[in-house]
């Protein structure tokens, strides 16, 4: 049996970085000198190239779901908030309470983004559509489906202010069998945007609220579920529902003449 080729101790090192490009002039014309006697070298060396040029292939590339990018984004956007008045009257001292909360922002910044770059920018970037599907969908598996939960109007429109550059409208539709379920913060088509939570019997319907003409308008129908967007008063909104099409459409004729 032949004995298996195994490189220089001192010299391994020295291999990835001559694959990566990363020794200086000097050094990497060594080794390639080096590369031309030694074949246990040789042999690791071309095992390194192997497995790059492995790497590269589309095949074993993992592309993170638009749901994962979704949470990423939004548990951003919920770092950034600012901290509740009865928090912030127990902190003593101000270097204390910065530091572990600009840590954590730090750091989840710094996954996202490592994340973001690992799962490559060659994939076209989604639609609308499909983000506000995802979106929908991201709710209902990940069990967070609303930031604050009340079915009081004058509760969830407040819990918005500070967290968005807009006041999004919030409506009681309750007579109109629409009841409000709550509100969270979503990440659509780049933004950060207000999510209101409505159901119809066990059908949820996330309203998707932005400033009018941030965004474009969506088709009513992706990926099975039903869409209906409008402008009014200055904002844009987009409800997305497994509810049939019929009462989706009753749902946005309710908010649009609550806010007439």
Not at 39 to 53: D, M, N, V
Not at 84 to 97: A, D, I, K
Not at 145 to 151: F, G, P
Request: hydrophobic content about 45%.
């Amino acid at each position: 049996m032949n004995a298996v080729s195994r490189p220089c101790p001192e010299r391994e090192l020295l291999l990835h970085g001559l694959a990566d490009g990363e020794l200086d002039a000097a050094n990497a014309l060594a080794m390639e000198e080096h590369l031309r006697s030694c074949s246990g070298c040789a042999a690791t060396y071309s095992g390194i190239i192997r497995q790059r040029q492995l790497f590269k292939n589309g095949g074993l590339r993992l592309d993170a779901s638009l749901a994962l990018r979704g949470r990423i984004r939004a548990a951003i956007a919920a770092e950034e908030e600012p901290l509740p008045e009865s928090v912030r009257g127990q902190r003593t001292n101000p270097r204390s309470s910065w530091f572990p909360r600009a840590g954590i922002a730090f750091s989840a910044m710094a996954l996202a983004a490592s994340l973001l770059l690992f799962v490559s920018s060659q994939n076209p970037a989604p639609s609308l559509d499909e983000e506000l599907v995802a979106g929908h969908v991201r709710s209902l598996l990940a069990s967070h489906l609303t930031d604050v939960v009340s079915s009081d109007q004058h509760t969830v429109k407040p819990w918005f202010l500070g967290k968005l550059d807009f006041a999004p409208p919030v409506v009681d539709l309750s007579k109109k069998d629409f009841p409000l379920i709550g509100g969270r913060l979503d990440y659509i088509g780049g933004r950060v945007v207000a999510a209101i939570v409505y159901k119809r019997r066990g059908h949820v319907i996330n309203l998707f609220v932005w400033p009018a003409g941030k965004l474009q308008a969506v088709p009513e129908t992706a990926e099975g579920y039903h869409l209906l967007s409008w402008t009014q008063g200055g904002f844009s909104y987009a409800a997305v529902s497994d509810l049939n099409p019929e009462e989706l459409r009753d749902f946005r004729r309710a908010f649009e003449e609550s806010l007439a």
